[in-house]
């Protein structure tokens, strides 16, 4: 199975940017993998937020994070990003990439049942 570690968290004031980083290692298959961020808050389920799929292709999951939240991919580095601005203290999540290679029937973007190898969490806190 794929291992994510993902790197960039911490506190920030509202306003502020933080770039999240997921580094990817083990066994990659000409990079064709899906990667989603997902977020969870205390007392909340997992809840999408940006995915990028295996053709490159960018979906955001949630209408909270549009034009403020970027995820992109250098495969060379085997890393995904989410660089997120603009910050909210409602985005205060633990954050998670996740990767599946989406070949399933029932792979779905944005839904945590459909990826198969995840990071450990981040913390993101927004505050003042």
């Known amino acids: 199975q794929l291992q994510l570690v993902e790197s960039g968290g911490g506190l920030v004031q509202p306003g502020g940017s933080l770039r999240l980083s997921c580094a990817a290692s083990?066994?990659?298959?000409?990079?064709?993998?899906?990667t989603c961020w997902f977020r969870q808050a205390p007392g909340k389920g997992r809840e999408g937020v940006s995915c990028?799929?295996?053709?490159?292709?960018?979906?955001d999951c949630t209408d909270s994070v549009k034009g403020r939240f970027t995820i992109s991919r250098d495969n060379a580095k085997n890393t995904v990003y989410l660089q997120m601005n603009s910050l909210k203290p409602e985005d205060t999540a633990v954050y998670y990439c996740?990767?599946?290679?989406?070949?399933?029937?029932?792979?779905?973007?944005?839904?945590?049942?459909?990826?198969?190898?995840w990071g450990q969490g981040i913390q993101v806190t927004v505050s003042s």
């Open positions: 083990g066994f990659i298959f000409g990079n064709s993998y899906a």
């Open positions: 996740a990767a599946d290679r989406g070949s399933g029937l029932l792979f779905r973007l944005c839904v945590p049942a459909s990826f198969g190898s």
């Open positions: 990028i799929d295996n053709s490159d292709g960018i979906t």
